[in-house]
């Protein structure tokens, strides 16, 4: 038996006609939401994120705005910055793409993001927001998660939860979400002793960890669910050969591209083990961007409509 795939992109669709519908309720009492997104250097992939994301706010109408700084860029300037975006009433998300240069204060640049329009949900107050469970805004890829994991019909409530990574980004935010819904949580890093038999406890298991096809078969208890968030690049024709064995489509992408993605669960030894799991690509990547289309449409509507209903998180 091969787990079954959770198509990440699937969801992505249905969260975008969501998106869309609340964009139409919006714009009948004159709200166009709007992002700013700051890209500082000259990082390719991080060329490429913001480039997807600004495309993603046209299509859905989303007034979208790309601010390209040097890679000299001070943190004083990005201050300077993120200030006059903060004063902008007309821009209701602000996302700071990371990593930033390395000479400039990454701490306090997000810090002085404007909590109300901290679309990645990267500042403390959103983070405390979370912890408490008061409304705010949730870091996209966690709530992907939740999103993938709600809408497979995965119950959450009374289940052990592993977590296997503890960033700020994904592994601390997921924790919490998935102990919100009543999972019991168990969250791994470097210094996990035993990792595979902590792993395999899980019921949900979710690899956040960024090891190249680390959590193997031995780390996955029969039937789990497996959410892999890894993003690693395989560019050898061995390895492309020993992870996808037999996947033409693979090699063929492998041969054109010079490379292809994989995550941090090996599918060889997974797939016929766990009872559900996410592809690379295709699985939690398509709802990272998303759930940022869906936190700029909340961030406008907390703004501007003012409403305290409580945001479910
Ligand atoms: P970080 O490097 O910030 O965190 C990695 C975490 O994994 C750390 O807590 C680290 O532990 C832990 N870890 C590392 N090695 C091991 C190990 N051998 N055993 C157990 N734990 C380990 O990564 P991020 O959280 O930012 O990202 C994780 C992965 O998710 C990356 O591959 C990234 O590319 C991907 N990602 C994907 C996104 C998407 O949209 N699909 C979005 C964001 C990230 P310790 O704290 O002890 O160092």
Redesign the pocket.
């Known amino acids: 038996m091969s787990a079954r795939i959770l198509n990440g992109n699937e969801i992505r669709d249905q969260i975008r006609k969501e998106v869309a519908a609340d964009m139409v309720e919006l714009r009948g009492i004159g709200i166009r939401p709007g992002l700013a997104v700051i890209l500082a250097g000259n990082n390719p992939a991080s060329e490429l994120y913001t480039r997807n994301k600004v495309k993603s706010c046209e299509s859905l109408g989303i007034h979208s705005e790309r601010l390209v700084l040097p890679e000299t860029v001070s943190t004083e300037e990005l201050l300077d910055r993120v200030a006059e975006l903060n004063s902008r009433d007309e821009i209701d998300g602000i996302l700071v793409q990371l990593p930033l240069p390395s000479q400039v204060d990454s701490k306090k640049v997000l810090l002085a993001v404007d909590p109300q329009k901290d679309v990645d949900g990267f500042h403390p107050m959103n983070i405390g927001n979370l912890v408490t469970q008061r409304p705010g805004l949730i870091p996209c890829?966690p709530a992907g998660i939740l999103e993938i994991l709600k809408r497979s019909n995965i119950t959450i409530a009374g289940q052990r939860a592993v977590v296997?990574?503890?960033?700020d980004?994904?592994?601390k935010p997921v924790s919490l979400l998935l102990m919100h819904r009543n999972a019991t949580v168990t969250v791994?890093?470097?210094?996990?002793k035993d990792?595979p038999a902590v792993c395999r406890e899980g019921d949900i298991l979710i690899a956040?960890?960024?090891?190249t096809a680390?959590i193997t078969g031995e780390y996955v208890k029969p039937g789990a669910t497996v959410i892999d968030?890894?993003?690693?690049q395989l560019k050898t024709r061995d390895e492309v050969e020993r992870y996808f064995p037999g996947d033409a489509k693979r090699m063929q992408e492998f041969e054109t591209k010079g490379s292809t993605l994989i995550g941090?669960v090996d599918p060889v030894t997974v797939r016929p083990i766990a009872g559900a799991i996410t592809p690379v690509p295709g699985g939690?990547?398509p709802l990272?961007i998303a759930m940022l289309m869906a936190n700029t449409v909340r961030a406008a509507r907390l703004r501007h409509v003012q409403t305290q209903t409580p945001v479910e998180m």
């Open positions: 890829t296997v990574g503890r960033s980004i994904v592994g791994c890093h470097s210094r996990t990792l956040c960890l960024g090891k680390m968030v890894g993003i690693n941090d939690v990547g990272t």
